[in-house]
Structures are given as structure tokens and as C-alpha cells.
């Protein structure tokens, strides 16, 4: 046993390790059972095996406060004991415990399973998200259908679920608090250990504002000459229907309606994968060929055949996209019902991005098996993605024909990238700072949808297709916020990976400091083994280091900076302030009106 060896508190840590590493299995294999099979069962089944694992994991905190690990003078020790002292939600007595995981399993069991009614055949309701109505947000151009859709998903995946989230949050703030944190805001921030990082958060959303302004101004713009001034306004918010995705975090699925340059060809990465009879093994496959060439791990064989990577015809899952750890060697799983096309093959490249993270840092001990910041964890597909998605690479794998735009394609090109990537920033500020205020009592319980809807204006310049109040509750329509996932790993990523992308494709002789020839839009880093090298040894720490430790050997920054990510869009900024100027199309939006003021 361990109190006889001289290295008690190693050898008692590495035994506890072993421990976490089969509950750690045990949960994530309930919850992959649970989310691939949306039974009553299944879910009990998940909740019981959680609340055994919160109950083993008081006890371990208990121990390791008892034997005071968290003051040893060995800086591991002191990690990990800080680190598994932590308890989050287990903290709470069994049936808090218990009350809280069957809300939001609820909430997720209701997101998975929502089905609306069709505009065009009303006793039709079965229709889903994905690949349904996702499908006409994408190409109906007609604003009644699009509204139609919209309000049905609202209505039926958020307000429903008011009761839950009013659970939720009573529940996960006495959790917070019987962990020593004022809200469950403050603990979800303190996995950034960083005490400036929400206040870096709104720096940087302010730092990017201007950029998002002339994007929102130009769309608004191009959105009123082809819907007219009846449906958009010239100065007020965007009525969101019109904007490609349910929530409004990306608008490049609608990109042909605001194209800078219309006549110049456009890599329509979607038709080409059909003409070309993409399959959705041919999507994974380009991924893990990527990072291969980058000399990083392959996909085990049990990837491909545990995995669930279309909807099952036979039965419910949440198809919400997500990459599995089960915490032995190398069994990693990807969940998602992918379709062939562009979104997809973003969406396969950044989970993919996850489980290449797992298997670079699986020899951690179980507690170091994660991001020393959440928004690592969510860049690391995302940096593969900005070289798949270049006209250099698409080219390189037949997708497209030219491999190097003329300046007006290279417009079109960066104006679909900021589409997805700037515009997302104020969604994903609202996601969090939204739910900071719920958390934190700042936002009162009968303001909760109003509030919502009205920070969704004032930080994005969005509202909803109709008049909302507070008989409706529209927040657990998006599934981050019914699954109790946290959303400023998702805008710290958004920043995060341009910095990343920088230094690989510097490492990869793509990109080199004002060269016209070697610009950080067309950099393909693929086959370049010393990025992957400089990649493998970033990921590979896992959480066993601080963030600023690690990213600073990476690229020799201690701080998310948005600066790599300006140097990205500059042509398009530059060029979007002299067309808004020249077209005189007006910036900025009023307060909406789509809720009672
Ligand atoms: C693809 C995933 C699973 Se981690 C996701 O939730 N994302 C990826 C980008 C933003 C966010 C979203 O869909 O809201
Ligand atoms: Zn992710």
C-alpha cells in the first residue's frame, strides 16, 4: 500500500488515477448508451451511474482535503489534488444530485427529440433539425416558411422546457456556493485560471466589434435589396430567419445572397462532394488523412467501428455532434448524424479535432486528460479546417479547380470565412454572458426571456421573426444551453485558433510575415511534420500545465489575442469599409421592438 513508500502522495495519487480512469469509463460509457439510444431507460441507467461516481468522487475530495495535498511542496501534487478537490455539481446531496441530472437530461432528452410540422403538408410533423429543418433554413427564400420554422423549433424546444431550466439553475447555484464560489458563473470561469479572463472576454469582443459592425451593416444591406424593405430594416436589428442557422451564430449558409462578387466562380465545396459521390466515411477519412500527413495519430480501429456517424434509422440519439473519450488506451468515439456537405465537413474536422486532443495527451494520468483551457479543446479541429477549407487545399484534393484566387474570389472567399468565424464572436458572447446574468440573480426569473432576446440584440444586431414575451422561453432551444455546456470554450477557440494557425503554417513555410505570396488565408499545412511535431507536443501536455505554459512554447504568446485573427480578414475589412462607404450603407441598429420594452 502506499503509506509505507517514502512517495506517499505519489503513489497514492497514481492509484486514485487508476481509480478515476475505470468510473471515468464507466459514466461515458452510460452516457454514449443513453445518447445513442434516447430511452427512459438508458437514462436512468446514465444517472445512476453518475451518482455513484459524484458519491466516489466526495470521498476522494475529502481524502485529499484531510491529507492537505493541495500545500505540498511538489507542484503536481498540488495541481492534481486542486485540480480533484474541485467537485462541481457532486458536491450536492444525493437527491439534489439526482433532481438536478433529471432536468437536464430532460432538457436534452426534449432537444433530441423535437419534431415540427411541415410548412407545406401541416399533418406532417415529423420533421427534425438535422438534416430537416436545417435544410430549409438553408435554401428556402421564402421569409412565411422561414418563420415558420423558426417559431415552430422555439416553441416547442424552449418554452416546454421553462420549468427544467428554473431547476437548473436553483440547483447548480447551490451547488456553486457549497463549493465556495458566488455562482455557478464564477466556477465555470475559474477552469480558465486565469482571474482577468472574463474581463479578456469582453475586451475582445469589443476589440471586434468594428469589424462586426461592417459585416452586419453590408449583409443588412444585401439581405433588404433582395427581401425588400417590408421583411428588412435599413437601420434596425436583422430578423434572424433569414440568416441560414436557428440561432443566427453563422450566415455563410445563405452567403449567395450577399456574395461581394456574384459573377466570380465560387467554391461550392457542397455540389462538387455530390457530383463527386461523397460518402460520409470519405469526409472522416479526409480528416484522418490530415493529420497523419502532420505525423499525429491515426484513428484506432475501434473508432470506426464504435462510432455512430449517421442517424440510426431505428432509434432516437442526440444528434448534436460530439467526440467521446472513454478513458483507456485509445478508445475514441465520434457521435453525429453527418449529411455530405461544406457543414458537415467542417463539423467532421473539428471533432476530429477533439479526438486527436484525447489520443495526443491519453499516457496523462486520468485528471490530466483534458484542456488546461476549455477553448483549446474547441480549436484544435478548427485550426485543420482553416487549411481544408483554403482554395490551395480544396484544389489538392480535387474539390475545386483553381488553387489561387484572383483578389475578388479572395474577397468572396474570406467574406463566406468571417461569415462563420466573426460572426459567430457576439452569438457566443451572448450564450455566456446572458447566462452569467441568470446565474448570477442579475437578470431577474421574469425577465429571463426578454433578457435573452434583448441581449441578443444588443451585442448581435439580430432578433427574432415575431414578437416574443415571456410567455414564451426561447434560451433551451439551443442545445449547449439544455445540456449544460458551457459556450466560452467556443468564442476563446474562435480567437485562439488563429493564433494556432499562425504558428503552424509560419512552421510549415506557408505563411511568412508580409509576404503577398504566403498570406494566412491560402496556408495548407498538410504534410508539414514540423508543425505537427510543434502540435503534438502542444496537445500532448493535456491539463498537466498551465495554458500560458504551453501555448507560449507553441507560439510564443501568454494571451488569447485577437491579432492574428485581424491579420487573417484584413483584405476583407479593409475592403468591406470602402464598399459600405461607397454603397452608403448604414452601421449599427436601435434596441429591437420584437419585445414588450
Ligand atoms: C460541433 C460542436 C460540438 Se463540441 C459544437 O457544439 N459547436 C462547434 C462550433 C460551435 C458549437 C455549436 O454548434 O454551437
Ligand atoms: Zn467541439
Redesign the pocket.
Known sequence: TCSASAQQAHCFFEQENSKLRERYHAEYSAAFTYNTNVTEENRQAMIAVYAEGARQNKLLAQTIRAANYAKSEDGNIRRQARMLQELGADVLEPNDYLELKNAISAMQSNYATTTVCSYTNRTNCSLTLEPHIQERLSNSRDPAELAWYWREWYDKAGTPMRDNFAKYVRLTRKAANLNGYRSYADYWVHFYEDATFESQLDATYKALLPFYRQIHGYVRYRLRQHYGPEVVPAEGNIPMHLLGNM?G?SWNEVIDLFTPYPERPFVDVTSEMERQAYSVQKLFELGDQFFQSLGMRALPPTFWNRSVLTRPADREVVC????WDFYQDSDVRIK?CTEVNTHYLY?VH??LG?IQYYLQYEQQPAVYRGAPNPGF??AVG?VIALSVMSAKHLQSINLTSNGTLDEESRINELFKRALSKIV?LP??YT?DKYRYAVFRGELDESQWNCGFWQMRSEFGGVEPPMARSDKDFDPPA???IDAD?E?LR?FA?HIFQFQFHKALCRLAGQYAPGDSTRTLDNCDIFGSRRAGDAFKKFLSAGNSRHWKEVLEEFTGETEMDPAALLEYFDPLYQWLKRENKRLGVPLGWEDTNKIPS
Open positions: 440561432w451564430q448534436h455532434a460530439s467526440a453525429m463539423v473539428h471533432e477533439h479543446h474547441e478548427d459567430f452569438f457566443g450564450m439551443k442545445y449547449h455546456v459556450y467556443y477557440a
